[in-house]
Each structure stands twice: as C-alpha cells, then as structure tokens.
C-alpha cells in the first residue's frame, strides 16, 4: 500500500507534526515493514506526483543528498528513467557515506540506466523537471562545501523544481533557512532567496516549517503522501484552521444576544488604532460597541459610523462587555489594566497592554489568575511582544513559533494569538491551531486592531460562559477569515487597514 498523494489545502483540518515525531513516525514504520520498502514507496510516490507535475518533461535533474532523502531521490530516479525520462544524478557525498536503505536504491537506479554527474544535464528548459532530495528534515546548522553549490544550482534552475520532504535548506519545524558556511548572516535566506520549490511532497506527517516563516514560500504548492503508514495515536503538535463554518442567526436574536464590545486605547496621537478596533468589532456584528479614548481631547463621535458608541472610561458599565483593551494605548493603558483585568470576561489583550503587563509582574500575576478560575483572555502579540513577555529575543520566538505560542499560553494561562507569516492559536494543554491563509498585504498598520476588535465581536457572542477550547477555536476562525480576506482581495486595490474593517461580514 503506498498511500495517496493529495494537495494540502487551505480547507481541511490536517494534522501537523514536527521533527521529532515525524522521526519517530518513520523508525516505527521501518521497523514494522520489510527492508527498504518505505524507501521504495517514498520513491514512488515522487515519481509518480513528477509524471503528473511535468507530463511533458522528458529531462530530469535529481540532486541528491547523502541520507534518506537522496535514498528517495534515487528511487525515483529509477522510476523516472525506466517510464522513458532522461535522468541525471548528482551526488553530493561519496558514495561510501550512503546509509544502508539509500545504497539499496543507489544500486536501482544504476541497473535502471540513470546517468550520474557533478550537475545538472545542459540545455534543460522549463518543461523539464528538478527533484530537489538533498536534505528533508535534515537541514541543520550552516551548509558548505557540494551540498552548497548543489543548492546554488537548484536556486538559479530554469527548471521548477519539486521538494521531497521539505526544501532542502528550510527547517522543518520552523520554516527557517539554514545559513551557507562563511556567508553572510542571514545566509541562504539572502544568498539562495530564488531558491523556492514550485512543489513539495511531504511524507509521512505535514511538516509544521512548511507552513509558517519562509516555507509558505518555498515550498510552492504543499502535497501530502503518508506512504501508507496510519499514524495511529500518534499525538499533535498542530492543527491547520479548516475553513469555519458560516454562521446563521435565528430570527429572535436582538442586540443583546449578539453581546458587547468595549474598544479601551487610543492614547494622544493614536485614537486611530482604537476606532480601527471598534470599526472591526462593528462590522463583525457586535450589538453594541462602545468605545473609551485614553486621549481626553480625542472624538465624542464618529460620523463615519455614528453606531460606536463613545464614553467616559469611567462609564463603561454595559453588561458584561468584552472588552478590547491595547490598541493604540501608548503607556497610559497601564492603569486602566486592573480593571479590565478583573472586569471583562472574555477579554482581548493587544499591543501596548501587552507591553505593560510583560514589565508588570503583578498584571502579569492577576492575568494568569484570570485562567486558573475559568475567565477567558485571548492575548495577540506579534513576534516582538511575545518575545518581551516570555523574556527572550525575536529571533528565539521565531526559530520556534510553535513553541513560543503555547509556553506564552501555559505561562499566563490565556489563548495566545501569535502573529506572523503561520500565525499560531494556542491554549494550555491543547494542540496549536496554525492558520494557512493571509498574506504581505496585511503587513500595514492597523490590520492587527481589526484583528482585535473583530476576536472581540466573536468573543462577545460566544457569552461569558465560553470554554477555552471554544475561545481557541473562535480565535483561529477570526484569524483564517482575516487571512482570507486579504488572499482574495482585488490585486489592483490597495488593502489598507480601514478597508480591510468594512469588509468584515458578520
């Protein structure tokens, strides 16, 4: 049984795995299966999803690596050659240093007639194939020496190229590139930046650095062959956010039962931010928004949207108001934390109320309290700001998403919204949710308000009463359909924050 190759898709609730478990996934099935025979459906199934990929490609180039993966490189070599292709291998270890499942299928791919050389085949156009196997999962530290040139050659191919496992150079749990010995800092992220897979096939388990940092955009379109192996109990690191379900309201629902929003922010200079929350959290379907400025001589309306309903901070008395407190709140939000703190159930922490509690333990003390007696927050920092609450620098927070978002979520007890390129929903104790949709065109300011503000439209009709588990689940939908909009926005209009708000539908 080899298994089904299928697109990863931006609909399907697919299980997510990192390394480790990946690992794991394939000893356990060597173990369980006769000597070479998972190599050889790995093999197979490239082979196959090449034909399909490149149906008029009679050259082929497969860079191959010196551990398993070259292993499938060759045995799809095989294949190739044998259905009529002109194969090329390039080899970039001796081939003494070959494990013993890869040697098996070095002897294959010889008796099928495969030709070997230093690079790729001359005169090979874009009809033609390239099937990158020179690392996988093995991508670890700086690369040098034939493994660099070899990637360097994949980069300027005029060929497309289809991964096998993960883009070779690419960290598969962190969709990181690994760095060229003696190049510059950022290493292959800058010298091997065309270096971007049209295809990758993924085997056995999704890998998580496919879906997040630079491997959205390296490895092209994402494809999926378990080879035939059920991953049993197996347990999860992640979920991809499936599609949400369209949400209908029944004919009795009135304003009440669609719940309360109040926007606290918008210090001097920066009252923007908060009407951004509160234009989001309108659109969404809140039943009522009010919103309190932090700057004294900010608005008392909003004849755009005469709806928000302004107020005193001191008069934000609706029933159980979900409360959106951060956005643009400079330090003055500081003070108005304990309140809310103790206030709003749910409650959406973003921005510069992030920024007060990472340096206040005892905001920080009171908001892990709020967890541990059933009282829901929902907290979104972009990299930045995690990296300020968990204590560390950006770069540690972003060589492990997946990671930092669920230590920031048993540490104070809240669903973490981690934004980025796979921004990750997690919540203590669960697996994460890493949201497959969004794109650079929300990289402008104010798009994290809306995002704010529409969680606290959700929230407020989920009620006080809301579970963790559905308070995650309604974070990673808000989060899918923010993306969403912006990959189905028209590519001659500008994607500005307050265009992004009134395109929210309810």
Not at 74 to 90: I, K, N, P, R, S
Not at 334 to 362: E, G, K, M
Request: hydrophobic residues 45%.
């Amino acid at each position: 049984m080899n298994g089904t190759t299928v697109r990863v898709g931006a609909h399907t609730r697919w299980p997510v795995h990192g390394t480790a478990i990946a690992r794991e996934v394939e000893a356990r099935a060597q173990s369980q299966l006769p000597a070479h025979a998972l190599m050889q459906r790995a093999g197979l199934a490239v082979a196959q999803l090449a034909r399909a990929l490149a149906p008029h490609a009679r050259t082929c180039w497969v860079a191959c690596g010196p551990g398993n993966n070259g292993g499938d490189g060759l045995e799809a070599a095989a294949h190739l050659q044998v259905g009529g292709w002109a194969v090329t291998v390039t080899l970039t270890e001796p081939t003494r240093d070959v494990p013993t499942d890869a040697q098996a299928a070095l002897q294959q791919a010889r008796s099928a007639g495969v030709a070997f050389a230093a690079g790729p085949p001359l005169g090979m156009t874009t009809q033609d194939l390239v099937i990158d196997a020179l690392l996988g999962i093995g991508a670890r530290g700086q690369i040098g020496g034939p493994m660099a040139s070899a990637l360097q050659r994949l980069a300027h191919s005029p060929a497309p190229v289809l991964s096998v496992d993960v883009p070779s150079g690419l960290n598969a749990d962190t969709g990181e590139f690994a760095a060229f010995s003696g190049a510059p800092t950022d290493g292959l992220a800058r010298a091997g930046t065309a270096f971007y897979a049209q295809n990758t096939l993924t085997l056995l388990t999704i890998k998580p650095g496919l879906m997040m940092g630079a491997g959205r955009d390296a490895a092209g379109t994402v494809w999926f062959n378990d080879l035939g192996v059920d991953l049993g109990s197996t347990p999860t690191d992640a979920y991809l956010t499936p599609t949400p379900a369209s949400r209908q309201w029944p004919h009795t629902t009135h304003k009440g039962t669609r719940g309360d929003v109040a926007v606290v922010g918008g210090a001097s200079g920066m009252t923007g931010a908060a009407l951004l929350a509160a234009t989001a959290a309108l659109h969404a379907g809140s039943g009522r928004v009010f919103v309190g400025l932090l700057d004294p001589a900010g608005p008392t309306v909003d004849t755009v949207h005469p709806e928000l309903m302004f107020r005193p901070l001191s008069d934000l008395n609706a029933p159980d108001p979900v409360w959106v407190c951060g956005c643009g709140g400079g330090t003055a939000v500081r003070s108005l934390l304990p309140d809310a703190l103790n206030r709003s159930a749910p409650l959406v922490l973003d921005a510069d109320a992030l920024n007060a509690i990472a340096v206040d333990p005892t905001l920080r003390d009171q908001l892990e309290r709020r967890g541990w007696i059933g009282r829901q927050t929902v907290l979104t920092p972009h990299p930045l700001e995690a990296a300020r609450l968990l204590g560390c620098r950006t770069a540690e927070v972003q060589a492990d998403r997946l990671g930092s978002a669920q230590r920031l979520a048993v540490a104070l007890r809240s669903v973490v919204v981690l934004k980025g390129s796979g921004t990750v929903v997690a919540a203590p104790g669960r697996p994460a949710w890493l949201n497959p949709t969004g794109n650079a065109r929300l990289a402008t300011a104010g798009s994290g308000d809306v995002l704010a503000g529409w969680l606290g439209a959700r929230l407020a009709a989920l009620g006080t009463v809301a579970t963790i588990d559905q308070v995650q689940r309604c974070a990673a939908d808000v989060v899918y359909v923010h993306g969403q909009l912006a990959d189905e926005w028209p590519a001659d209009r500008a994607l500005t924050a307050s265009a992004l708000a009134h395109a929210i539908r309810p």
